[in-house]
């Protein structure tokens, strides 16, 4: 099988290829045959929206990547806020 990219670009990798073949398995070729180009984009989008906020994953407590990043950045917030106690919770200066 063909690379999605040519060498040296952001698909020349083992992780877009194995994020690819699984949208390929569970999308395109569990859901088929498709109507039309709209139907698979519509399939396209649900499956990026349940992979980003719905998939729990295991390795980091069970919850969707979309709610663990979230958490982090809160957390980076949280510290940057206490190194500098002028930045808000948005991690901007106050207004004043």
């Keep these: 099988m063909a690379s999605v990219g040519s060498k040296g670009d ?16 569970e999308v395109i070729h569990r859901k088929g045959p498709w109507r039309g180009i709209d139907d698979v984009e519509f399939a396209t989008l649900e499956w990026v929206d349940w992979f980003n906020n719905r998939r729990l994953l295991e390795p980091i407590g069970d919850i969707p990547p979309a709610e663990f990043e979230w958490r982090l950045e809160q957390r980076q917030l949280q510290a940057a806020a206490s190194w500098f106690p002028g930045i808000n919770g948005n991690g901007a200066a106050p207004v004043t």
Excluded: H
């Excluded at 952001?10 to 398995?25: F, H, Q, R, V």
């Design 10 to 25: 952001s698909y020349d990798n083992a992780m877009a290829e194995t994020i690819n073949g699984l949208y390929k398995a």
